[in-house]
């Protein structure tokens, strides 16, 4: 348990762990089991010290003040949002992403006689997923990009992350899968810092939005392909259906939807067809 640096008198009592507990299911989606209630106490302490609250009753009281559209909340959804994630992630699917999907995508774009090509990364955290696919886009499909207009999207509901997406800047964490043919033409080095060029940045537009909100993405218009990799395994079965549903519902005819490769639409919706490819699976809408 990771509750030693909390100072005493400063836990998380059942109550209000519920209550802020299902603030956050409300909210994101995302359900807090009871073995992990030591994730909030460590994840917001820092925040009550901020604050100057003494307790995390306090802390409630202080959220209740305000509406969802406050700091706070932001500040408290960003608090538990897990981030890790990095460039490159999940080869088997990138490989089916340039070699097989994408391929497939330009040429029902060119059937239907449209001349867009736009990709949704759902949960994109600090940039990492939707800039890859932009690199690949951008080194193995430059005439496509010439004939078509690319739109990359990606969206999470924290904040934080996305300002960091929007620098461009990684640690050498994020960057250790990047191939050295991207990265000699992509990054630069800045002390033990990486930066992004800027016509890979330009590439992507980004947006604070919910998948649990359906008018959000909704707004966000129709989509060729959708990325939404390692997000669900945070919600519950519930949420899980809903957040599906909507990226079902902006999905285009015969698009795409990538899951992690250790989840599964299993139980959750029977919309999709399951495509198999070498070592990584997608779904698609019939």
């Known amino acids: 348990m990771e509750t030693g640096n909390l100072p005493e008198g400063m836990t998380l009592d059942e109550d209000t762990f519920l209550q802020l507990r299902d603030i ?9 089991q009871e073995q992990k209630k030591y994730l909030l106490e460590t994840r917001l302490i820092k925040r009550l010290k901020a604050l100057k609250l003494n307790s995390f009753k306090d802390y409630m009281k202080h959220l209740k003040n305000g509406n969802l559209n406050t700091p706070e909340y932001r500040y408290l959804l960003d608090a538990i949002t897990i ?18 999907v994408f391929p497939e995508l330009v040429n029902l774009a060119r059937e239907n006689g449209r001349r867009q090509i736009r990709i949704l990364s759902a949960g994109c955290s600090s940039g ?23 739109e990359i ?14 620098k461009g800047e990684y640690s050498q964490f994020s960057i250790r899968n990047v191939p050295e043919e991207y990265f000699k033409a992509y990054f630069a080095r800045n002390g033990n ?9 330009n590439m992507v537009k980004f947006y604070r939005a919910n998948l649990m909100d359906g008018l959000q993405l909704k ?11 390692n997000v669900l395994i945070y919600f519950d079965k ?30 959750v919706s029977h919309a999709f067809k399951l495509v198999l490819f070498n070592k990584a699976i997608a779904y698609k809408k019939e």
Not at 253 to 260: D, N
């Open 238 to 267: 519930d949420s899980k259906k809903k957040a599906i549903q909507n990226l079902y519902n902006v999905l285009h005819p015969k698009g795409y939807l990538f899951i992690g490769h250790s989840e599964s639409l299993h139980g």
């Open 83 to 100: 981030n890790e994630t990095s460039f490159f992630r999940n080869t088997p699917q990138l490989q089916a992403f340039e070699k097989v």
């Open 128 to 150: 990492e997923e939707p800039y890859t696919l932009a690199m690949i886009l951008h080194r193995r499909f430059p005439t496509v990009l010439q004939e078509f207009q690319l």
């Open 24 to 32: 956050i299911y409300r909210e994101s989606g995302i359900f807090i």
């Open 153 to 166: 999207i990606g969206f999470d509901i924290s904040q934080e992350v996305l300002q960091n997406a929007l």
């Open 219 to 229: 707004r966000m218009g129709v989509f060729d392909l959708i990325f939404c990799r």
């Open 193 to 201: 810092r990486f930066l992004l060029k800027d016509e890979i940045k």
